[in-house]
């Protein structure tokens, strides 16, 4: 018969183990354990213990420690995986998996032997994004400098008696139908759409946004040529006050260019154009407008007609008009222009890599 170690008490410990017992204040646990070491202590082997109290390991854990070994349980599971955090933080940036272009959670963490979830944790509080790709082109525009000092300070500081305008086309929008209905959203599913769709023709969005209060001039024309921009611009002048001068933010497409459109602003001298350094749209902020009419009523919408897309943008923009809000431009041309020298610098820098 195979027979449990003794359990000897000196008199403070059976005093201790007792006053647990008694306490109302004891937690359940402890007050089961201490009752088992003192039926230990009386002689009673683990199954007759066992018979009373539904527990028999105790009594070795109160021999290896005394009361500490009984006043909480032992951890559970197994012990937890030490993450290499720079050899994370170096793989993240300096490698890639094998015949893949980035990494991901999973792949990180079959890598280093860790979690997912710990992957994921330290690439957060490390600021990594290794899924995202974001894209840029720094502009090679020998006059970019003087361009961005001109366009920044229209929008950081008017001139007296004018308005800013910043103006562009969205060419080719398309009036797309869905080849299928769609469902609705409802709790527990989005909101359904066709990959596939049926075209039925586009159209041109000639926009113009007031710097100063966000509203917006709009037209829809069949194309995009110096005919359409100069009837475009000829619906500005009407639309605006006679006495204000207006300054016209425009990027280098040819046809704000044409000999056409500039023999008529030689004739219109309030107009002065402002035209964006090559490869530097993002300087013109009407196309944040159009990124929020793309997402807010394009992307998903349904047309069964050109017409019907024009109706849209139209009701679109009439609806912005009703309350404005102007884009706020807060870099100055120095904060920009840093940037653009530590991005040249960098790109430079990866050009002498490649070619040594």
């Known amino acids: 018969m195979r027979v449990a170690p003794t359990v000897t008490l000196t008199s403070e410990e059976r005093s201790e183990l007792s006053r647990i017992v008694a306490s109302r204040l004891s937690s359940v646990r402890l ?3 201490a009752r088992m070491i003192l039926l230990a202590a009386e002689g009673l082997q683990n199954k007759e213990i066992a018979e009373r109290l539904q527990v028999a390991r105790w009594r070795k854990r109160y021999l290896e420690h005394r009361l500490s070994g009984i006043e909480r ?5 197994a012990p937890p995986v030490k993450m290499d955090v720079a050899r994370l933080v170096e793989l993240t940036t300096q490698s890639k998996p094998e015949a893949m272009t980035h990494w991901s959670t999973r792949r990180m ?8 979830a710990s992957v994921s944790r330290h690439w957060r509080k490390h600021g990594l994004k290794p899924h995202l790709l974001r894209g840029f082109k ?3 525009d020998p006059h970019f400098v003087e361009k961005l000092e001109d366009i ?3 929008y950081m500081s008017p001139p007296e008696h004018a308005l800013v305008l910043c103006v562009d086309e969205k060419s080719q929008v398309q009036a797309l139908d869905r080849t299928q209905p769609g469902l609705p959203l409802k709790k527990g599913r989005a909101e359904t759409m066709t990959h596939d ?8 969005l000639f926009a113009a946004l007031n710097v100063l209060d966000g509203q917006v001039i709009g037209q829809c024309q069949q194309r995009h040529t110096h005919v359409e921009w100069l009837k475009f611009l000829k619906k500005i002048d009407r639309q605006t006050p006679r006495d204000k001068a207006l300054h016209l933010i425009a990027d280098n497409y040819a046809t704000h260019k044409h000999p056409v459109v500039q023999a008529w602003l030689d004739k219109h001298p309030r107009i002065h154009m402002h035209f964006t350094p090559t490869s530097a749209s993002w300087l013109n902020m ?8 793309t997402t807010q009523r394009l992307r998903r919408g349904v047309f069964t007609s050109v017409p019907e897309l024009i109706q849209a943008i139209e009701g679109y923009i009439d609806h912005h008009n009703t309350h404005p809000k102007p884009f706020i431009w807060t870099k100055t041309a120095r904060d920009i222009l840093q940037k653009v020298i530590r991005a040249n610098s960098h790109l430079s820098s990866k050009q002498n890599a490649t070619l040594h």
């Open 197 to 204: 769709y049926k075209r039925n023709g586009t159209t041109t």
């Open 31 to 33: 007050l089961l354990r």
């Open 73 to 77: 349980d032992l951890p559970r599971g």
């Open 109 to 116: 963490a079959a890598e280093l032997g860790v979690s997912a």
């Open 152 to 154: 920044v300070g229209l």
């Open 286 to 293: 009407v196309e944040r407008f159009f990124r929020d009419i």
């Open 138 to 140: 720094v502009s090679r």
